[in-house]
T-cell receptor
Framework: DAKTTQPNSMESNEEEPVHLPCNHSTISGTDYIHWYRQLPSQGPEYVIHGLTSNVNNRMASLAIAEDRKSSTLILHRATLRDAAVYYCILRANSGGSNYKLTFGKGTLLTVNP | GAGVSQTPSNKVTEKGKYVELRCDPISGHTALYWYRQSLGQGPEFLIYFQGTGAADDSGLPNDRFFAVRPEGSVSTLKIQRTERGDSAVYLC?????????????FGPGTRLTVL
């Protein structure tokens, strides 16, 4: 699987937008970009995913660079409940059936009240 | 609806003992994954089931680890002769069908401590 690079940690203030960057310069044309987050003492939870176009859902927005070598997860108004480790993950469309998630260390987001 | 559940939530055992960790996936989900998460690290893939069969067990660290899913729903991860290095959080995830865009639903994990 192609590798992703994320900052170890970021800090934000409550009610402000947060932009979490991810570099994936070796991404291949069929790799999907996924974001998961893990709140303290919980299992990871899905946030959003995309292939080429920007995506929006109730949790966040995903902005994908035109060359797809980077992406940014956008939380429009951070809340204290958004404090978590955020993982950027590439999933290859391998044609097989095992679409496991390959996690890095992620970005620890701290939200200040 | 009910999510993925895992039991026990915590397990403390002594070195050399045998342990079983259980995962109840979301009803109807055919794909099931086990991951292991050590302190300060992201989860690492262990094994993937499609239905009853282990389609990919390449992430199992050695032959002390084994997993089953006999009826295509509940899965049990079995660890023989536990070692202190096996201490970690063991996570289970399920998904309705396998695909590169499909969301995986995770359970809360079982924290295993080997003394």
């Amino acid at each position: 699987d192609a590798k992703t690079t994320q900052p170890n940690s970021m800090e934000s203030n409550e009610e402000e937008p947060v932009h979490l960057p991810c570099n994936h310069s070796t991404i291949s044309g069929t790799d999907y970009i996924h974001w998961y987050r893990q709140l303290p003492s919980q299992g990871p939870e899905y946030v959003i995913h995309g292939l080429t176009s920007n995506v929006n859902n109730r949790m966040a927005s995903l902005a994908i660079a035109e060359d797809r070598k980077s992406s940014t997860l956008i939380l429009h108004r951070a809340t204290l409940r958004d404090a978590a480790v955020y993982y950027c993950i590439l999933r290859a469309n391998s044609g097989g059936s095992n679409y496991k998630l390959t996690f890095g260390k992620g970005t620890l987001l701290t939200v200040n009240p | 609806g009910a999510g993925v559940s895992q039991t026990p939530s915590n397990k403390v055992t002594e070195k050399g003992k045998y342990v079983e960790l259980r995962c109840d996936p979301i009803s109807g989900h055919t794909a099931l994954y086990w991951y292991r998460q050590s302190l300060g690290q992201g989860p690492e893939f262990l094994i993937y089931f499609q239905g009853t069969g282990a389609a990919d067990d390449s992430g199992l660290p050695n032959d002390r680890f084994f997993a089953v899913r006999p009826e295509g729903s509940v899965s049990t991860l079995k660890i023989q002769r536990t070692e202190r290095g096996d201490s970690a959080v063991y996570l289970c995830a399920s998904t309705s069908t396998s695909g590169p865009s499909n969301e995986q639903f995770f359970g809360p994990g079982t924290r295993l401590t080997v003394l």
